[in-house]
């Protein structure tokens, strides 16, 4: 079955510090993997995904089919980072558009 | 930029009463979704929509749910008889429709906070 991990709930981290987002997925056949984020009072936006290789925001996520993880890292907390980050993965319908399966999301909290 | 649109952002209903939750996706988008979430639980997929029908619905998405594009900009999502277990953040979402093999981005709504009392 489709699923996606996010073992934390919450992550606190001081301004400045690394951030490690982690994520772990279940699926059979190539994945195609994201990451959301949701800022207080905002929708949910898409942040990156594994296939374009970028960076957002300081961001990054590297695929790791062997683990299975898909983990957000920043080297340098914002205070402005705070907010919800959900991973997630998609897959592909017959009819050519795509449902996503949502991991249980993390809030990241950082602090002053 | 262009944005998805959902109306209204708060509803509130007694059990058992219809509700219609609206959406307007982004103009040229071909692919249309509803997600719902629970307080404290994911975001889940409850259906997919495509050339004015579904094409892809969860086990959530029973009998008591209907989606429709009445008139080529609104998406809505019916819920026939409410419970209070329906009591949820609908988030609506489209897609442009990528390239076959390649996903493309999914836009998501502001979401409607629904309420059953």
């Known amino acids: 079955a489709q699923r996606v991990t996010q073992p934390e709930k919450l992550l606190s981290v001081f301004k400045g510090a690394p951030v490690e987002l982690k994520c772990n997925y279940s699926?059979?056949?190539?994945?195609?993997l994201f990451w959301y984020v949701q800022y207080s009072r905002q929708r949910l936006q898409l942040l990156l995904r594994?296939?374009s290789r970028e960076s957002i925001k300081g961001f990054t996520a590297d695929l790791n089919k062997g683990e299975t993880s898909f983990h957000l890292k920043k080297p340098f907390a914002q205070e402005e980072d705070s907010a919800m980050y959900y991973c997630?993965?998609?897959?592909?319908?017959?009819?050519?558009?795509?449902?996503?399966?949502f991991g249980a999301g993390t809030r990241l909290f950082v602090k002053a | 930029e262009p944005e998805v649109t959902q109306t209204p952002s708060h509803q509130v209903t007694q059990m058992g009463q219809e509700v219609i939750l609206r959406c307007v996706p982004i103009?040229?988008?071909?692919?249309f979704y509803w997600y719902r979430q629970i307080l404290g639980q994911k975001v889940e997929f409850l259906v997919s929509?495509?050339?004015?029908?579904?094409?892809?619905k969860s086990e959530i998405f029973d009998d008591q749910f209907s989606v429709e594009r009445p008139d080529g900009s609104n998406f809505t999502l019916k819920i026939r008889s409410t419970k209070l277990e329906d009591s949820a953040m609908y988030f609506c979402?489209?897609?442009?429709?990528?390239?076959?093999?390649?996903?493309?981005?999914?836009?998501f709504g502001p979401g409607t906070r629904l309420t059953v009392l």
């Open positions: 929509f495509y050339n004015n029908e579904i094409s892809e």
């Open positions: 594994h296939i």
């Open positions: 103009s040229n988008h071909l692919y």
């Open positions: 997630a993965l998609s897959q592909s319908l017959d009819t050519g558009g795509f449902k996503t399966i």
């Open positions: 699926y059979s056949g190539s994945p195609e």
């Open positions: 979402a489209s897609s442009e429709g990528g390239s076959q093999g390649i996903t493309d981005t999914q836009y």
